[in-house]
C-alpha cells in the first residue's frame, strides 16, 4: 500500500526553522512526483513546492521561494521540505503528497484548478508564533 507519513511539525518563533519530512513507502520513489501543500482554516489549500526525484527537479510557490527548500534522499525515500525564515502566515496543516509523474506535472501544483495529487499523507501541523 502507498504511505506517507509527515513529520517535523511543531511550534516555532517567527524567524525560526524547521524541516519537515515525508518519508514514503509502497511504491517506486522515483517513479512520481511529490508534492507539498499546506491549509490553514479558512483559507483555500495552497500548493507550497513540488520535486521529480529522478532528475531532481524543484518547484516552488513564489510565497515561500527563498526561505525553503524541498530535497530528496533517495536511499531512504525521503523528502524535506526545509523552511527557513518562518513567518505566522505560513502557519497551517502541511501535507506531503505523491502521484505518477506520468499523470503529474509539478507545476500545476501552483494552479488550484487543477487536479491535486492522488495520495496524501496523514499531514503535520505547523504553528509560528510573533
Known amino acids: 500500500e502507498?504511505?506517507?507519513?509527515?513529520?517535523?511539525?511543531?511550534?516555532v518563533?517567527?524567524?525560526?526553522?524547521?524541516?519537515?519530512?515525508?518519508?514514503?513507502?509502497?511504491f517506486t520513489f522515483e517513479d512520481y512526483a511529490i508534492a507539498w501543500f499546506r491549509q490553514a482554516p479558512g483559507k483555500e489549500r495552497e500548493g507550497i513546492s513540488c520535486i521529480t526525484t529522478d532528475d531532481g527537479m524543484?518547484?516552488?510557490?513564489?510565497?515561500?521561494?527563498?526561505?525553503?527548500?524541498?530535497?530528496?534522499?533517495?536511499?531512504?525515500?525521503?523528502v524535506y521540505l526545509q523552511m527557513n525564515d518562518l513567518k505566522p502566515e505560513d502557519?497551517?496543516?502541511?501535507?506531503?503528497t505523491a502521484d505518477l509523474i506520468l499523470?503529474?506535472?509539478?507545476?500545476?501544483?501552483?494552479?488550484?484548478?487543477?487536479r491535486p495529487p492522488g495520495y496524501w499523507g496523514q499531514g503535520t501541523r505547523v504553528t509560528v508564533s510573533s
Open 2 to 11: 502507498v504511505q506517507l507519513v509527515e513529520s517535523g511539525g511543531g511550534l
Open 103 to 114: 499523470h503529474y506535472h509539478c507545476q500545476n501544483t501552483f494552479d488550484s484548478a487543477m
Open 58 to 78: 524543484t518547484y516552488y510557490a513564489d510565497s515561500v521561494k527563498g526561505r525553503f527548500t524541498i530535497s530528496s534522499d533517495n536511499a531512504k525515500n525521503t
Open 91 to 96: 502557519a497551517a496543516f502541511y501535507y506531503c
Open 13 to 26: 518563533q517567527a524567524g525560526g526553522s524547521l524541516r519537515l519530512s515525508c518519508a514514503a513507502s509502497g
